[in-house]
Structures are given as C-alpha cells and as structure tokens.
C-alpha cells in the first residue's frame, strides 16, 4: 500500500503564512502539516508516499528531500499549472500511480490524530472514505450514508440544505482505493469527468458520480469521535492549535478564549455558567422564525428597552438600565460610579475589583471552610472603613453561598444609615431554593433604598449568554439616567430585545425550569460528593466550588480534565485562596453531568 498527498495548492486564505510557501509547511504548534503527515504515514508500512506539488514545489520538494534523506521512498509529481485548475487536475496527473498499488490518498492541509490513519488501513472494507456527523464549522463535500455505511450521495455545496444536517456527513479528505477500484472504476470516470468538465474541478465530484451510477464499491467510514481539522485560514489554524494541543498549553488556550466554544462541539464547559432548562424549544423557534427581520432591522434605544426590562421584572421602565450583558454595567458601574474605598468580599467575581484600583479595594477575606458569612460579620467587619461603596454577590460566586433576602435588607438599612452605596449582584438568585421570594427586584424596595443597586445577568439563569444581555436597577432615578446616557444607544442587538420582548409568554416555563434546576443541582452534588478526592461545597447557584483534598492539586486536575475535553476553572488561581485547592464546576444538564462524574471516577 502506498500514500498520494495532494499537495499543489496556493493557500490564498492564510494571508502571509503562504506567502513564501506551500499550506502544508504551516505549522501546528510548532510542528508543521507536512512533518507531521509524513511522520504519521511513516509507522504504517507503506511501499512509498507520493506528493503532488505545485505552489512553491521546489521550496517543499527541497524541504523533505533534506529532511527525509534516509527515509523510505517518497516520489514528487509537479502540477505545473497548479493556479489554474483544483484538485482533480492534481489528483489526474498521478493517476498512474493511482492505479498501480492500493492508495491512502489524502490532502495535506489536515492535522489528524494518530488513530484515523490505522483505523483506516486496517479497516476490511477496501475502498473507503473517512467521514464525521456534520458538525457546524464544517464546509465542502457532504454525504448521506445508510446504516450499512454505503454511500447514497454526494452533496456539493450548491446543494447543501441546513435543515437536512442532521443526517449529513462530512468527507474527511482521506480515502483508502483498492487497485482494482482506482483501475476500474475511478481512473476511468476521473478522465472523462475531466474531459467533459474541465480541470478546475475537484476530485470528489468523480466520486459523486459512481455514486449516482450505482457503480461504486466505496463506502463510507466515520471517525467517530477522534480529533481533525482541515486548514484553510487563520482561524482554522488557531482552532486546530488548540484542539492539538496538551495538558497546561491545552488549558490556557481555551480560556484565552472566554467563550466562542461553540466552535468545539466535543467540549464540556463547566467553566461558563448557564440554565441547563431555558429557554424552552417553541421560544427558540418563535426567535427562529423572526430571524430575518431582525437581522435586517436596527434595535430600539434605550427608551424602549428599559421599557422591555420594565416589563420583564415587573419594575418601573425608570429604574432599569439595559445592558450589553452584565459586565458592560459592571465596566460603567465601577469605573464612573466608584470613586472611593470599596468593600469587597473576596472570593468573588474578579470583573469588579479588576475595574477597581487596588488601593481603593477594601478586602473583606472570607475564611471559613465553606465560605460562609453573616450579614453581622460583614457589618462588624466594614464598620470603621469608611466605605463609599459595598459590593455584595448573592449567592456569592465561586463559592454558591446564599445570604437570605432579610438579612440582605438588614444589610441595606445599615448601609444606608452609614450613607453607604450598596451595590448586590443577584445574577445567580434564580437558582436558590424557594427563588420566587429571593429578589431584590421590586419597586418597593427599589424605592425604599434608592442608594441600593441590583445588578443581574440575563445571561445566567435565561439561558441564553450569546444575546448578551443584563440590567442594573435601582430607585436613584438621577444615576439611572445617568446611566442610560453613558452607554451606547445601540448597546444590545434586535436579538436581544425581541428575546425581552417575547419572555412573557415563557414565563411559567422559566419557572419550571428553574426548579427542574433545583432538583438537578441537589442530584448532582449527590453524585459529585461520592467523588474521594473532592469535598463539596454546598451551594445555592448553579455551581459547586469543590476543594481538591488528595491524589491532584487544582491545577493538576483542571489539566487532567481538558484531556477528556471537559473545561473547570481553577478557583485556586482566584485571589485571596490562601493557597487552597479549588475547582469550580457548574451544574449542566442530567446528561453532561453524568458524563463529567463518570470522568472524575475513572480519574
């Protein structure tokens, strides 16, 4: 058995990394495409690799002749007219090679694991294509496959419907062709297609073909499962650095991130924090079904989405600010609006006293095992501090501790005698046991405490982080306005406001949701604190701060974890720990979680 790369094209779409050369001499964490196919091809007992070159060939066809000196044979074909034709003129000029031994052809700007290439070559079928379930940052050639992985179609990109993805596949570009199956069947249709199409075609339009004639052996061969990536610009490249990456690199290439792992299907982020439960299907399809309109429609201003916000909490329009999520409120809040000492409870949600000046930061450092505090601590602690300003997290974040709503209005009166701004975040209110009661969020108390803010993430416990969307309220009607006029007009999209719009009718669902969450939180934490090695914190969020007591630090076990493609923040990093071992994990769906404990038990 022999290999053929299909290496002669231009790369265009990687910009000044193809200037000088060929796609395949970008490298991949410091290795490059080639090195790497070559390498993998190496271990397979291969008569010889066969490289069609074109763009920069003499460059790469210089590269590994030096560096591949003694290496068992490899042989180069030069398409000389590599700029004007595709892959199918490539693919024609070694059609004698093709048709002389068994072929492994593939193109040379994929990254694969190891796996992929044996499980090919040792698969019985002898004509094969290697494909993956469609994923959404797949593009070109799909194919429909039947239970017995005979191929039914090919689907070229003109004929590509999105409603039908559930049941595409994506053609990996990397095809085991028997002898007889190049000498009898592909070799003669990939001349005439050729003759009668043309050369600016691609190779797997032959393939497309024998399929619709009924007159093809190959079938198909899915992945299932193990890691590739085909590289045709620069985010390509930074997606594949990350998914072929290791242990600590691994790690901080996510997180550099913060967020965008949509584009890393197999991922488990229990990192980022959202209701598993909302929103419910007919709410995503009513969004769906207005998509059109408001893409090509302008949002509201300010006036009419603090009206919406109004609505959505049952407050007064002049009370609410709509933010671009949370943290463009939190950015505005303690950057204009803190001008001296802030108390600040730590562990906490580093976004506030990142915005802070340090010296301005007055550390309240909780230090009980499980991070709890009292209303009384935080007044006797804060009392001679000569505060402006005092930050409380309810329930707190990493740590899920809950400080019931009287003992928060006890804390209110006393900032207010002490003419103390008192600013809650009660993103994470809607997760707390009996949750209906627990909310800053009415006009009343709005009114009673006008030197009290409220800040909430929409994002969280709506489950819906991608539209971006938070409010900060409170009945200082003259900071409030002040706020709406420190933000953009345009600051939230026409996706964000029509989802405001529309909760309403979603509201008993929300409900339900909330305490199918409760339920799950509890079932979870059950199965977390069977876990040897992990001490659970109690928590009333959608999250659970767990110390690492044996066998890992946090910062071995975060490691461990991103090698089975699950992402955990490493709370011991946070500030003030004290040197504590700590992993925050967030409450997901029964299913994810039940994968995730499963992970840990094997660990």
């Not at 906490?348 to 009384?376: A, C, G, M, Q, W």
């Not at 539209?467 to 939230?492: M, P, Q, Y």
């Given at each position: ?62 590269y590994i002749t030096s560096k591949y000196s003694g290496f068992p044979k490899i042989e180069f074909i030069r398409n000389p007219i590599f700029d004007k034709t595709n892959n199918i003129y490539s693919l024609y000029l070694a059609k004698d090679a093709l048709m002389s031994e068994d072929t492994i052809l593939l193109e040379s700007d994929l990254i694969i694991e190891n796996s992929i290439l044996e499980s090919l070559i040792l698969h019985p079928d002898p004509d094969l294509a290697l494909v993956d379930k469609y994923q959404t940052w797949m593009d070109g050639t799909m194919l429909r496959i039947d239970d017995d992985r005979r191929i039914l ?451």
């Amino acid at each position: 058995m022999q290999a053929i790369i299909l290496a002669a094209g231009m790369g265009k779409r990687l910009g000044e990394l193809t200037r000088n050369n060929t796609k395949c001499m970008v490298e991949v964490n410091g290795e490059k495409l080639i090195d790497r196919i070559i390498s993998q091809l190496a271990g397979q007992n291969l008569s010889r690799i066969v490289i069609v070159t074109g763009y920069k060939g003499d460059v790469l066809e210089e590269y590994i002749t030096s560096k591949y000196s003694g290496f068992p044979k490899i042989e180069f074909i030069r398409n000389p007219i590599f700029d004007k034709t595709n892959n199918i003129y490539s693919l024609y000029l070694a059609k004698d090679a093709l048709m002389s031994e068994d072929t492994i052809l593939l193109e040379s700007d994929l990254i694969i694991e190891n796996s992929i290439l044996e499980s090919l070559i040792l698969h019985p079928d002898p004509d094969l294509a290697l494909v993956d379930k469609y994923q959404t940052w797949m593009d070109g050639t799909m194919l429909r496959i039947d239970d017995d992985r005979r191929i039914l179609n090919f689907i070229p990109k003109e004929a590509f419907r999105f409603e039908d993805t559930d049941i595409y596949y994506k053609t990996v570009n990397i095809y085991k062709f028997s002898k007889e199956f190049s000498r009898n069947q592909y070799v003669p249709f990939l001349e005439a297609y050729s003759k009668v199409m043309g050369n600016n075609e691609y190779y797997e339009q032959v393939l497309r073909v024998l399929t619709l004639l009924k007159n093809s052996t190959m079938k198909a061969l899915p992945v299932e499962g193990k890691k590739w990536y085909e590289i045709d610009d620069i985010q390509d490249l930074d997606i594949a650095s990350t998914l072929f990456s290791d242990g600590e690199v691994k790690y901080h290439e996510y997180h550099k991130r913060y967020g965008g792992f949509w584009r890393f299907p197999a991922l488990l982020d229990y990192c980022y924090l959202v209701n598993p439960f909302f929103p419910p299907k007919k709410m995503r399809d009513e969004m769906k079904a207005n998509f059109d309109a408001l893409l090509e429609n302008y949002p509201s201003g300010m006036g009419i989405n603090s009206l919406l916000a109004g609505k959505y909490f049952s407050i007064n329009p002049e009370y609410v600010v709509v933010g671009n999520g949370a943290a463009e409120l939190i950015k505005t809040f303690t950057e204009r609006h803190c001008t001296g000492k802030v108390g600040v409870i730590f562990p906490t949600f580093d976004e506030y006293p990142n915005r802070l000046p340090k010296e301005r930061i007055v550390p309240y450092i909780v230090d009980s095992p499980d991070f709890s505090y009292t209303v009384n601590d935080l007044i006797a602690f804060f009392k001679d501090k000569k505060l402006e300003t005092l930050l409380l997290i309810n329930p707190d974040n990493p740590s899920g501790h809950f400080m019931p709503i009287k003992d928060v209005l006890k804390l209110a009166d006393w900032c207010k005698e002490n003419k103390i701004r008192l600013l809650v975040d009660e993103s994470f209110v809607d997760f707390t046991e009996e949750f209906e009661a627990n909310s800053l969020l009415h006009n009343d108390i709005l009114e009673k405490y006008p030197g009290m803010f409220v800040m909430k993430s929409i994002s969280k416990s709506y489950g819906v982080p991608g539209l971006r969307l938070g409010i900060l309220a409170g009945g200082d009607n003259e900071l409030i306005s002040r706020f709406k006029k420190e933000v953009s007009i345009w600051n939230i999209n026409s996706f964000g406001e029509f989802y405001m719009q529309i909760f309403g009718k979603y509201e008993s669902e929300y409900t339900e949701a909330c305490h199918k969450f409760v339920i799950e939180r509890e079932r979870f934490g059950k199965e977390m604190n069977k876990i040897p090695y992990l001490r659970v914190i109690p928590s009333q969020a959608n999250y659970f701060l767990c110390e690492v007591t044996d066998k890992y630090t946090s910062a071995q076990l975060t490691r461990k974890l991103i090698e089975h493609d699950v992402l955990v923040s490493d709370c011991g990093l946070k500030r003030n720990m004290q040197g504590r071992q700590l992993i925050r994990f967030a409450v997901r769906s029964p299913r994810d979680n039940d994968k995730l404990v499963s992970i840990l038990k094997k660990l």
